[in-house]
Structure formats: structure tokens, C-alpha cells
């Protein structure tokens, strides 16, 4: 892809934020701006695995929330257990508990996520309609277990009392929390692309996205690394889960189901394979959904419908969309 | 020809005729259609209460929902989230009519008319789509398609009612107050409600017979080809997109037309009722549990899916309480996880026998007929 | 030859959907000599080298690669053999850089026990353009990395699709001293070649394909001075192609 190729998308996020910022106050913006980056991180830690996947095995993991709630669940789960650190005012002790929390999520979504590829993945591998049937049922299955695992009730996720409140940021109230996921997500971001571009593996990887053939007729074994990214994915998604969860004080069982429609269309914007693309994607989604719940609320799920559908036009195969496939 | 119309074997050839000569092609699976159809076709006089008939209206629209469905996903190979979108525009085109012009004739044809065609209209833009980008975009657009429906279903309130969605009268033939026979015939009280039933009823067999018809013409040939292998059917000349279209749109006419039925049914539409995930993951389970790409087996599953509904919540209280003792255990049990367990069925049926019922047992017959 | 073959077919068949494509392939190629493959499009011969490659599975015969068997080996333990396969759409990676792809083309220890340097010095273009992203390339410069690649670990057996395919003349030129180079090391080449000039030049053996099966089979050099054979086998003589 040409240098001005991939320009363009990032010239778009900085489109719709300037059409944001003439759209209302300026304060306004400044928190909404802040509110949707830190939206579009959580969305890309649960965003990223799952495009990896796409793109590396052409497989599609209709399920992919279930590792959402799950990392949800965990985190609320902790936070319960842990009743002291969440109550602390020192900075330390909280975002010890944030990434216990975070950890905790980690592993049980990445379980789930080695049991589900182990189990069910594995039998439909280059079958798209099976695959978009058997994680659709494995969805609601999940949906399910949740419930049974922590009842059908909301759970209260309550922030650690260091992270609550917020800054003020030249007359805009920024929330501190925002602050933390943002900077926790970009973190993330920067050390998958260091991953991907400096690692032995990482060049498989994209290789892999590319011409999964070609890198097995160069002796690497694209299985084991699929089941690998799958599992990472999995763990990212709930992590990203935590986050959400701890962001928005509450998790019920069908948080992976809800955000399921919005985290593929992250994925579309970007194109699959792309973690690049997702990233971009994710704040895209993040600021148009913050700008346009203040501006027009019911819209809010049009408006990131027809940021897709204007894309799609453009570049029907995502923003940054890798490979030949 | 002049023999068939004078030999015994008239009948036999009419019935397949009738069936566009493709039978149900097992004996187990042609014994359940067998029973459905007669089920269906007496249930006023087999059954005493309004609710049980109801539930067979219900199967009925069902059976045309999933059968609609699986012309788009068995015939066509499309997986598509959005087909509750149609389910609902035919019911929304039908209760907007009879809520705002009250309970006439016309304004259910109107009614049923604009619902059927926007939702075919609708069916055309969506073929289209699956064209512009790749297979696994495509599904998941869909479900993003869907979501809108919903939302704007419950946003715009001024005219679909909004959460509470619309009530209505319908005209007075099928209204519950219509009683023409002061005396039941044959045991059966002769009232609106009967009309309502045999309307559905009518309008489904005719649909279900019309899609066999459909399925088994050159033009379902094409779409099976397609289905096999797009590339080459277009190198044949075949062009896709027509094809394609065509069969959306005539999924998403019969899919409104099943809307239009149950917003007849009910006398009533809303959100919930038609353009919810939870339908649309029923119709999922009824086609691919009753088997792909065969018609009948979606007609099975529907069938067998209303009655789980009904029947699969008091089995799991039984089990609840016999687990009592571990609590662990048990609240799997609870009688409000039926979609546990039903989603569970559905992923062995994915997994293990991705042909379904009735793909399952024609398989079985090829098998040992060929031995 | 009394000698055994390094990599033998025999009676291979290989099945692509309900297509029968190989109907009983026997192939030898023998150790450091260049085995051309010829044909008419469509005789079978790419799918030939991707059966041997584990790309495609053989639905029935013998695929013996001395002394394993590859029939029931997947592509990447095939590879881990010692076979290079270079095919014909080349298998560049575009959106990774010239040191990637060679990279990709190393084993565990990456470029510290590669012929790297003298890869490099065969292709100094590659220095060149050591950190562009490989889709930047000419289709002449991605085919010489797609050699590089394979030449950049000693290999027991080179399998080449259409080296020259829609080359320019003084890239296939670069490309022939390339296979020169490595002949003259004794590497084992299987390569298929439609320019009939150039498997003429590199070639020891040759094998003709037709519908399927191998008819025929002999040194290049008598199939390079029988012009009938060549109009008979292969629809062209040496002499038109110049």
C-alpha cells in the first residue's frame, strides 16, 4: 500500500474531529473527544484479536463477545473480592487492583478462548457458513453460562476511588478513568505493532494474513500460531471487557451481544487482518458515537451505520485492509 | 399423458405434481410432514382451547419464515441477520394500516402491500450488497442492518408505536367478535378467530408449496449452482447479481407476508415481537437443525421449535428441582435457560450433523439405496 | 541411471474438486542435475509440483523424497526437508520488506547461518531496496527475491514454477545466471519452464507432460537437437522461439 494510501484514513479521523469541534462548544468537544478516544481504545483492545483472525485464518468468530462479558464478569469479579484496594485513595493500590482485574481477565478470557478454538474452532476451519452458524450458537451459549455462572442481574463494577472524578482541562471536565483506559489502550497498540513488525513471529504473522500458503510451503507451521493469535485475542477482548465494564460501573451477560454489532463494524471500517486498521477504526467509532449521542442521541447507531456504509463505498474492503485475499 | 389422467397413477403423479416433485425423501421425514399438514389443517377441531390454536397459527407463520429463509441460506448460500427486518415490515406495513385506517379490507391489503414491497425492495438492496463486498462483511453488515430495524422501530413512536408498539382492530371477518353461527358445527365454534386460522393457514401452504415450486424450477437450479461455485456460474453465463436478487426478494416477500399473518394473529406488533435477535436466532435453529437447503426440514424445525418452546421450559423445571440439592447443577436446569440449551443442540447439529433432520436422514436413505 | 533417484513419483494421481487432474504421474529427479518439466497449459504440471509440495494432496501413488515419504507429511514439515519451492505467482509478501521476506526464508537462527552475503552479492539490487516493502518491486526484482529467498539456506531440492514468466529479456538473463550459479554448486533443480531456450540452456533431464501423465521422458539435450519431438510434444521448436 502506497505512503498516501495509508494517510488518507488518518486525515479522515482528523476530519471528523475537526467536523466535531465546529459542530459544538469547545468544552464540549474536549470532553467528548477525550470520552471517544477512550471508547475507541476499549473497542480496539476488544477489536484487535479478532481482526488478526480474520485476517490470518479467513476464520470468523461470530463469538467474539462472549470473551468481552467473560473479561467483564472477571473484572467485577475482582473488584468484589478486593474490596479494600478498590476503596483506596492511594494511585498505587488502584491500579494495582485495575491490573489484577485486568490480568484475571486476561486468563479467564484466554481460557474460554483455548477451550472454544480447541473444541469447536478446529472442525470448521475454511467453512465460513458453518463457522458464521456454529459461533453464533456459541454466542448464545455463552450469553447463557454467564447468566448461570453470575446470575441474570447487572452486576455493580464499581471504579477504584483513586480513578474517579475528573480533571478539569481548560473549562472541559476530562474523567480520570477515560484518561487511564486511553493511555492503557495506545500502550497496547504500540507494543502489538512493535510485536508484529520487530518479532520473528510477528512477520509470520503478517506474512500469514497475507498468503497463509506461501508461509507454510516456507516450513512454518500456520496452526499452533493460529491457535496462538486466538487465544491472545481472546485475552485482549477481555481485558478490553475489564475496561468497558469498569468504565461503565455495571455488567450484565449480554455485554459481549450488545457490543457485538459495534465491534464488527470497527472491524469492517479497518479491514481485516489490519491492526492498524482496527486502531483508526476503533476512534473513529468512538468519536462519532460520543459526538453524535450529544448532538442527536438517537442517531447514534445510524450515524456509525453510514460512517461504515461511506467507507465500504470508498474502500470496499476497509480502511487499511492487508493482503491479496 | 392421456394415460396418466385415467390410470390409478394419477394421484400419485398429481401429489407430486403438488409437491414440484420433491418429496420430503425419507419415510420418517414425509411421516412428520405427513402429520404436520393434518395437524395443522384440523387444528380447530382437534384442539378446544384459543391457545392452541393459536400455537399452530404461530408454527404455521413460522414454518414460512424459516422456509423463506432457508431459500436465501440453503438454496442461495446467503447468511443473512436481517431477515426479521422483512418478518417486521410486513407486520409493521398491516398494524400501521389498521391502527391508522382503521379495520377495512383495504386498508389491510394497502397495508400488507407496502409491507411486502418495501421489504422486497429492501431484500434487492441487500443482494446487491452481498455483491459489493466480501461474504464475511456481508453477515456481519447484516446484524448491524437488523440493529437499525430495531432502533428505529422503537424510536420513531409516532408511528410504529415505539416500545409499545401498535394495537389494532382488524376487519370484522376475523375479528374475535364475529359470530355468524350462533351453534358450533362439528364441535367447533365458526368465529373470527377461525377465519384468522384458516386464512394463515391457507396462505402458508400455498407459499410453502410455491417456494417448492421455486426451488425446483431451472431458476433454483441456478441458485444451487451459484451456491456451489460463483465463479463458475457466472462463466457460464449466469449472472449472479440477478439471481441473487431475485431470490431476496422473494425470500423477503414471503418473510413480510409471514409478518403481515402474525400481525393479523395477534392483533398487535412491536419490536419485540417481530425484529428481536431471539427470532432470529430461532429461525437459525429451525433451519439448520431441521436441515439446510431441503424446505421441509425447516418446516420440521419449526415445528419442533414452537413446541420446545412450549414444552422444553417445564422438562427443565423438572430437572431443576431433581438437582435441587447442587445448586451448581441446578441452575443450569432452570427452566429459563431453554436457550442454553437449545443453542448447545444447535452447535452439535453444526458440528457434528451440519445436514440436519431432514439432510440427515435423505443422506441415510441415499446411502443405503446405493448399497 | 543407476543411481536412486532424490525424489521419485510413482503413479501419482491427484484429484482438485471432481477434476482429475494427475492420472498416474511417474517423475524422477536425480541429485545435483536440473530436471525440466515441460508441457502444454494445462498438462498438469504446476499441480505436479504443489502434490510434491503437500499443497495439494495425492489421492493415490507414492511420493518419496530419499528416504521419506511425502505423501502424508503437510507442507510445512516438507519444507523443513530441505525443499525450496519458489511458485509461480512467486509468494512475495508485499506488504513485508525485502529483509523480511528473505528473513522468512531463513531458519531459527535467521540470517547468522544464511548464505545472506552471497545472495546479496548475486542480487545487489536487493541491498538496495533492504527495507522498502516488497510490493514496490518490479515483477522482474519480486521473482530474483522470490530465488533469493529460496537460495538463502543450502536446500536438498529446488522446486520452481515458471521462473520467466512474463519477464522482461534482461531480467530473464539475470534470472538464468542465477540457476547457472546454483547448478554449478550442484543444487538439485526441479523446474518448470516454458521458455524452451532457457530449459534447453539449464536443463539435464527432461520430462514432457501431457494430460496428465508423463510421456515422455530423456536427456535436454536429445529433445533440444530432435526439433520433430519438440513440434510433436510441446507444439514449437527451439528454433521458432528465438
Known amino acids: 500500500m502506497k505512503p498516501t494510501e495509508r494517510v488518507l484514513p488518518v486525515l479522515l479521523l482528523l476530519l471528523i474531529a475537526a467536523l466535531g469541534f465546529a459542530a459544538m462548544p469547545f468544552a464540549d468537544w474536549l470532553t467528548l473527544s477525550a470520552a471517544g478516544l477512550a471508547m475507541g481504545m476499549m473497542l480496539f483492545l476488544m477489536v484487535a484479536g479478532l481482526t488478526l483472525i480474520f485476517g490470518l485464518m479467513d476464520v470468523l468468530n461470530f463469538a467474539h463477545g462472549a470473551f468481552i462479558t467473560f473479561g467483564a464478569f472477571a473484572a467485577g469479579t475482582v473488584f468484589a473480592k478486593l474490596p479494600q484496594l478498590v476503596a483506596s485513595d492511594r494511585l498505587g493500590e488502584n491500579l494495582l487492583v485495575l491490573a489484577i482485574a485486568a490480568v484475571a481477565a486476561a486468563l479467564l478470557s484466554g481460557a474460554l478462548g483455548f477451550g472454544f478454538e480447541r473444541v469447536a474452532i478446529r472442525r470448521v476451519y475454511g467453512a465460513h457458513l458453518r463457522q458464521i452458524l456454529l459461533t453464533t450458537g456459541a454466542l448464545i451459549v455463552a450469553e447463557q453460562l454467564a447468566i448461570v455462572i453470575w446470575g ?92 468497558w465494564a469498569t468504565y461503565a460501573a455495571t455488567v450484565t451477560a449480554s455485554l459481549g451481544s450488545d457490543l457485538t454489532v459495534l465491534i464488527f463494524i470497527v472491524v469492517i471500517i479497518g479491514g481485516l487482518g489490519s491492526v492498524g486498521g482496527s486502531f483508526l477504526g476503533a476512534l473513529l467509532v468512538g468519536l462519532v458515537t460520543n459526538y453524535v449521542g450529544f448532538l442527536a442521541p438517537k442517531l447514534a447507531l445510524l450515524s456509525n451505520i453510514l460512517l461504515m456504509a461511506s467507507i465500504l463505498l470508498w474502500r470496499p474492503r476497509g480502511l487499511l485492509a492487508a493482503g491479496g485475499r | 399423458m392421456i394415460m396418466r389422467s385415467f390410470s390409478p397413477l394419477f394421484r400419485r403423479s398429481f401429489g407430486l405434481r403438488l409437491l414440484s416433485g420433491d418429496t420430503p425423501g425419507h419415510p420418517v421425514a414425509s411421516a412428520l410432514m405427513a402429520v404436520l399438514v393434518f395437524v395443522l389443517a384440523c387444528a380447530p377441531l382437534l384442539f378446544p382451547g384459543t391457545r392452541a390454536v393459536a400455537t399452530a397459527a404461530r408454527v404455521a407463520i413460522f414454518v414460512v419464515l424459516a422456509a423463506s429463509y432457508d431459500l436465501l441460506l440453503g438454496y442461495t448460500g446467503i447468511v443473512s441477520f436481517a431477515h426479521t427486518l422483512f418478518f417486521g415490515l410486513g407486520a409493521y406495513g398491516v398494524a400501521i394500516a389498521l391502527a391508522s385506517g382503521g379495520p377495512s379490507w383495504g386498508a389491510l391489503v394497502a397495508g400488507s402491500a407496502a409491507g411486502i414491497g418495501v421489504a422486497a425492495l429492501l431484500g434487492i438492496g441487500i443482494a446487491l450488497l452481498s455483491l459489493r463486498v466480501r461474504a464475511i462483511f456481508f453477515s456481519m ?231 | 541411471m543407476t543411481e536412486k533417484p532424490l ?152 522446486v520452481v514454477d515458471e521462473p520467466t514468466k512474463g519477464l522482461a529479456p534482461a531480467m530473464v538473463d539475470v534470472l538464468l545466471d542465477a540457476f547457472l550459479r546454483l547448478k554449478e554448486e550442484g543444487a538439485t533443480i526441479l523446474l518448470v519452464e516454458q521458455n524452451f531456450a532457457m530449459a534447453a540452456t539449464l536443463g539435464d533431464d527432461a520430462a514432457v507432460m501431457e494430460d496428465g501423465r508423463i510421456v515422455h521422458v530423456g536427456s535436454m539435450v536429445a529433445l533440444a537437437q530432435d526439433e520433430a519431438l519438440q513440434t510433436r510434444l510441446l507444439g514449437l521448436s527451439l528454433a521458432s522461439h528465438q
Not at chain 1, 158 to 178: D, H
Open chain 1, 152 to 243: 441474570p442481574d447487572a452486576i455493580p463494577v464499581l471504579k477504584p476511588a483513586g480513578l474517579r472524578g475528573s480533571f478539569l482541562v481548560a473549562g472541559a471536565v476530562i474523567e480520570k478513568y477515560r484518561v487511564v483506559a486511553a493511555l492503557f489502550g495506545f500502550f497496547v497498540f504500540v507494543l502489538l505493532q512493535m510485536i508484529l513488525a520487530h518479532t520473528r513471529i510477528g512477520i509470520i504473522v503478517r506474512a500469514g494474513v497475507e498468503n497463509r500458503e506461501m508461509v507454510e510451503a516456507l516450513g512454518y507451521r500456520i496452526r499452533p500460531l493460529f491457535a496462538g493469535v486466538f487465544v491472545a485475542g481472546a485475552a485482549l477482548a477481555g481485558i478490553g471487557g475489564a475496561m
Open chain 2, 141 to 371: 453488515i447484516t446484524l448491524a442492518v437488523a440493529s437499525v430495524g430495531q432502533v428505529l422501530a422503537s424510536q420513531l413512536h409516532d408511528i410504529t408505536g415505539g416500545e409499545d408498539g401498535l394495537t389494532f382492530s382488524v376487519p370484522r371477518l376475523l375479528s374475535p367478535s364475529f359470530h355468524p353461527l350462533s351453534e358450533p358445527v362439528l364441535g367447533v365454534r365458526i368465529d373470527g378467530r377461525f377465519n384468522t386460522y384458516y386464512l394463515i393457514f391457507i396462505i402458508s401452504l400455498v407459499l410453502f408449496l410455491l417456494l417448492l415450486r421455486l426451488v425446483n424450477s431451472p431458476f433454483g437450479r441456478v441458485l444451487r449452482a451459484i451456491r456451489e461455485n460463483e465463479f463458475r456460474a457466472e462463466a457460464l453465463g449466469y449472472r449472479v447479481i440477478v439471481y441473487r436478487s431475485l431470490a431476496s426478494a422473494i425470500a423477503a416477500a414471503m418473510a413480510a407476508i409471514a409478518g403481515a399473518l402474525m400481525a393479523l394473529l395477534l392483533r398487535y406488533n412491536g419490536p419485540a415481537t417481530t425484529l428481536s435477535f431471539s427470532i432470529m436466532i430461532d429461525i437459525l435453529l429451525m433451519v439448520v437443525i431441521g436441515g439446510m437447503g431441503t424446505l421441509y426440514g425447516p418446516a420440521i424445525g419449526a415445528a419442533l421449535m414452537v413446541l420446545a418452546q412450549y414444552y422444553l421450559e417445564p422438562a427443565l423445571q423438572f430437572l431443576a428441582e431433581l438437582t435441587a440439592p447442587f445448586p451448581w447443577l441446578s441452575a443450569v436446569f432452570q427452566p429459563d435457560r431453554w436457550l442454553l440449551w437449545l443453542g448447545f443442540l444447535f452447535m452439535l447439529v453444526v458440528m457434528y450433523f451440519p445436514a440436519g433432520i431432514v439432510g440427515s436422514l435423505r443422506a441415510r436413505r441415499l446411502h443405503y439405496q446405493t448399497r
Open chain 3, 7 to 158: 525424489l521419485a513419483l510413482k503413479g501419482v494421481h491427484t484429484h482438485i474438486g471432481r477434476y482429475h487432474i494427475l492420472q498416474g504421474v511417474d517423475l524422477e529427479v536425480y541429485a545435483q542435475r536440473v530436471t525440466v518439466l515441460l508441457g502444454r497449459n494445462g498438462a498438469g504440471k504446476t499441480t505436479t509440483l504443489r502434490t510434491i509440495l503437500g499443497l495439494w494432496r495425492a489421492s493415490a501413488g507414492e511420493i518419496v523424497f530419499d528416504p521419506y515419504r511425502l505423501n502424508a507429511l503437510d507442507p510445512p514439515a516438507i519444507a523443513r526437508l530441505g525443499i525450496a519451492y519458489v511458485p509461480e505467482n512467486m509468494g512475495i509478501f508485499s506488504g513485508l520488506s525485502v529483509r523480511e521476506n528473505l528473513l522468512l526464508g531463513t531458519g531459527p537462527k535467521g540470517f547468522r547461518n544464511s548464505r545472506l552475503e552471497d545472495v546479496l552479492a548475486s542480487f545487489p539490487l536487493l541491498r538496495e531496496k533492504w527495507s522498502l516493502p516488497a510490493g514496490t518491486l518490479s515483477g522482474g526484482q519480486k521473482q530474483i527475491l522470490a530465488i533469493a529467498r529460496a537460495m538463502i539456506l543450502p536446500r536438498r531440492l529446488f
